[in-house]
C-alpha cells in the first residue's frame, strides 16, 4: 500500500515519534502507550488497498464504502468504534472563474486518525505541519486533527467567498456600466457564476449540522475539553455560510438589474425603430395617394403640383423628427 498512504506516524504527548514501518503494529504501539495515537493519511486507495487498514482498525463497512467512493456530502456519522466525517475542501480558479470542490473523509477512533483523501484541493499536508509545530493542540489526541482539519478546510471557505466577492463586484460594475458589448456574454457570466456559488453551497451549507454535533455533548472520541475549539471552528462556518448566502442574493438582484435593463434598451430599440417606421410611412402615404393617378386631382395639372407634394412630405418628416426628438424617442 506504499503508493497510497500519504504519511503514518505516531504521536506521543504532542510529539511526532518514529514508529514501526507496520501501521498495524504502531496502532498496537500508540494503544500500548495509552497518551499516543496513530494518523495515517490515504490519497484515493481502491477497495482492496483498503481492506488492510478496515480490517486493522475495525472500521464500520458502510462509513468504508462511502470513503471509497467519492461525491458525499458533508456530514458525521456515529459508529462503534470510530466517527466518520466527510468535510468537502474548496478551491477558487480566479482566470476560469471555477469553484472546484474535492473530498476528505476522516476516521476517528480508540487511538487513531485515518484521513481519506480525494481529489487535490485539500490542505493536510500544510495541516499536518501546522499541528507538528503546535504540541499543545496534539496533545488533545485525535480529536485534534479533526479540528486543525476542519479549521482549515473553513478558513479555505472563508479566503474562497472572499475571492468570489471580489470578482462579483467586478461583474456588478460590468452589469451597471453603460450599456453596450455583447450583453449575452454579460448574462452567461452571470449564470456561470451563480452555477459556482451554487457548487460552493453544497460544500459549506450542510457542514452547519456536523459542526454543531460537535459542540455538543455525548459524542464519543470528543473530550469535552475540545468543544470550544469546534465552537470557533462552527462561528467561522457561520461567517463563510453568510458570505455565500450574500452572493447568491446579489447575484440574484445582479441578474433581475440586467434582466431589467435588457428590457429598457429593447424598448428604447423599438421606440427608435417605430419613430424611423412612422417617418417612412408618411411620404410613403402621401407618394402612395399620388401614384393612383386620379383624374379629379387639379394639383396633378399644375406647375407647383409636384414641389407641393415634395414640401409636404419633407415638412411632415421633419415635424415627426422634431416631435419624437422632443419626446426621447430618438
Known sequence: MPCVIVDCAIYRDGRRTEGPADFSDALDEARAQGDSFLWIGLHEPTEK??????????????????????????????????????????TYDDDADTVTTSELMLFVGDSFVVTVRHGEGSPLAEVRRRLEQEPEVLRHGPTSVLYAVSDAIVDQYIEVAAEL????????????????????????????????????????????????????????????????FFRDVGDHLTRANESVDGLDRLLT??????????????????????????????????????????????????????????????????????????????
Open 49 to 90: 488497498e483498503f481492506e488492510l487498514v478496515t480490517s486493522e482498525f475495525g472500521l464500520h463497512p458502510l462509513a468504508v464504502e462511502d470513503a471509497l467512493n467519492a461525491h458525499q456530502r458533508p456530514k458525521l456519522e456515529v459508529y462503534e468504534d470510530s466517527l466518520f466525517v466527510v468535510l468537502k475542501p474548496v
Open 165 to 228: 466577492q471580489v470578482d462579483l463586484e467586478e461583474l456588478e460594475a460590468e452589469v451597471f456600466a453603460p450599456m453596450g458589448g455583447d450583453t449575452r456574454n454579460t448574462a452567461s457570466r452571470i449564470y456561470n457564476f451563480k452555477r459556482q456559488v451554487m457548487e460552493f453551497r453544497r460544500a459549506t451549507g450542510p457542514l452547519t449540522e456536523p459542526m454543531l454535533r460537535l459542540t455538543g455533548t455525548g459524542l464519543p472520541f470528543v473530550p469535552q475539553r475540545s468543544q470550544p
Open 253 to 330: 438582484d445582479i441578474l433581475s438589474a440586467h434582466l431589467a435593463q435588457m428590457g429598457v434598451q429593447q424598448n428604447d430599440d423599438m421606440r427608435k425603430i417605430s419613430a424611423w417606421a412612422a417617418m417612412a410611412a408618411v411620404p410613403t402615404m402621401i407618394a402612395g395617394i399620388y401614384g393612383m393617378n386620379f383624374d379629379h386631382m387639379p394639383e396633378l395639372r399644375q406647375p407647383w403640383g409636384y414641389p407641393a407634394a415634395v414640401a409636404l412630405m419633407a415638412g411632415v418628416v421633419v415635424w415627426l423628427h422634431r416631435w419624437f426628438k422632443r419626446r426621447g424617442w430618438l
